[in-house]
């Protein structure tokens, strides 16, 4: 377990990333909260030393115990939760688990899985995951370059990234990927990124039935956060806090950390934090 501390300044706050992102992909963002919080981040387990390959127990209630376990472990809980996707969702399954756990959740761009998907993955076998876009797309991408510059290079001409800013992609080049003999290869191995993707939770029922303040942000409707379900979140539970910024898509948090610090600020404020 690997835990990212910065320097304690305010209330307790943990942060929790997406699949398939190094917890260091949220520097630039991480900074600008630890300015006003005593922030805490948890690396996904995929990212810990020596953590091997996904098995079945892994998934993402399992992360939210995790990171339960990281909070428990500092002596906290009732501390405020900032997520990103399936991070997001995690804190979500934490808190179910644990209600002690968060005082309040600011879930950016949870992916709200839909229940009949998350039904159909429990029974498809598992080489049906190829014809899943982003199984298949983590399944498929590249692992290993040469050096960083070379693992750049094939990342700038991917239009999912066309919105970083050059402060991502220094945190990019900084955490995407460790040393692997004479190349690099990805801090978050595509095996897990994959195995997470086909081992979703429906978490849109556990949010409603949270007893703490809840806000939720999101970009421009996308895969994993589509505009059926940001009605029906609202429709649910017209008294969560919702925000958004079409500006950007679903790695809203990594593209643009000044925004998103922005929006997390007015979800805290209107939360009473």
């Known amino acids: ?24 992909f949220y520097e630039p963002l991480m900074a600008q909260l630890s300015s006003r919080m005593a922030l805490c981040g948890l690396h996904n387990r995929a990212c810990w ?7 079945g127990r892994d998934g993402w209630a399992r992360y939210g115990a995790d990171l339960a376990q990281a909070i428990r472990g500092q002596g906290q809980g009732a501390v405020l939760g ?4 399936q991070g997001a969702c995690s804190m979500v399954l934490a808190q179910k688990a644990d209600p002690g756990l968060f005082r309040a959740l600011v879930l950016i761009e949870p992916a709200i899985v839909s229940p009949h998907l998350v039904r159909l ?4 076998p598992k080489w049906a995951g190829r014809y899943v876009k ?7 991408r590249r692992d290993r370059w040469d050096n960083v510059a070379a693992y750049l290079a094939d990342l700038q001409a991917h239009p999912a990234y066309r919105r970083f800013d050059e402060l991502a992609w220094q945190a990019v080049a900084a955490h995407g990927v460790v040393p692997d003999g ?5 801090a978050f191995p595509k095996a897990w990124e994959a195995h997470n993707f086909f081992h979703g939770e429906a978490v849109l029922a556990d949010i409603e039935t949270l007893d703490i303040p809840v806000a939720v942000i999101r970009g421009r409707a ?3 956060f589509p505009d059926p379900l940001w009605h029906e979140l609202q429709r649910l539970r017209p008294d969560i806090v919702t925000l958004e910024d079409a500006r950007f898509g679903h ?7 000044g925004v998103s610090a922005a929006l997390v600020d007015e979800a805290l404020a209107r939360l009473g934090f």
């Open 1 to 24: 377990m690997q835990i990212w501390t910065w320097p304690d300044n305010g209330d307790p706050a943990w942060f929790y990333g997406g699949n398939g992102f190094p917890l260091g």
């Open 49 to 55: 030393p020596g953590a091997g390959g996904p098995t």
């Open 82 to 85: 900032i997520g990103h996707s």
């Open 121 to 124: 993955s429990r029974v498809l």
């Open 134 to 140: 982003p199984v298949r797309a983590a399944r498929d």
């Open 182 to 186: 004479a190349g690099v290869r990805l």
């Open 222 to 224: 996308s895969y994993f």
């Open 251 to 257: 790695l809203l948090p990594i593209e643009a950390a």
